[in-house]
């Protein structure tokens, strides 16, 4: 009998332990995912653990209109938290134009400018 309970203790213990060194190694991704504002995605982000970024950008008008648009260069300092996406989206008026967004994430949360043809404003987002 106490062979069996040392025997349960030792793998709990074991169990434990390599919970414990798992969660230790793994380090949180901070760009990987969905980011957006009042429950709409606006980015759908990748990052490879180094520097690149790829994905989608979403871009609306109120309820009327919306574009996805591939990410053709993206970049993410893990030292800054600077994240820099670039990319051609299509407008309502079905022009093409170049954009380019800069921002940083702190958290859950990213925040900083856009561009697009010669439109800009700047942009807070969650992860959601």
């Known amino acids: 009998m106490r062979l069996r309970v040392l025997a349960i203790g030792c793998l709990a213990?074991?169990?434990?332990?390599?919970?414990?060194?798992?969660?230790?190694?793994?380090?949180?991704?901070?760009?990987?995912?969905?980011?957006?504002?009042?429950?709409?995605?606006?980015?759908?982000?990748t990052f490879d653990g180094k520097r690149t970024v790829s994905g989608t950008t979403i871009w609306r008008m109120g309820d009327s209109y919306e574009h996805r648009a591939a990410i053709k260069a993206g970049s993410f300092d893990p030292k800054t938290g600077v994240l820099k996406l670039e990319g051609e989206a299509k407008g309502p008026d079905g022009v093409t134009a170049a954009?380019?967004?800069?921002?940083?994430?702190?958290?859950?949360?990213v925040a900083g400018t856009y561009k697009v043809g010669e439109k800009g404003g700047e942009f807070t987002f969650k992860r959601q």
């Open 13 to 45: 213990l074991l169990a434990a332990t390599a919970a414990i060194a798992q969660t230790g190694t793994e380090t949180k991704d901070p760009v990987t995912g969905k980011w957006g504002s009042d429950g709409l995605p606006y980015l759908e982000l």
């Open 99 to 109: 954009y380019v967004i800069e921002g940083r994430i702190e958290g859950d949360t």
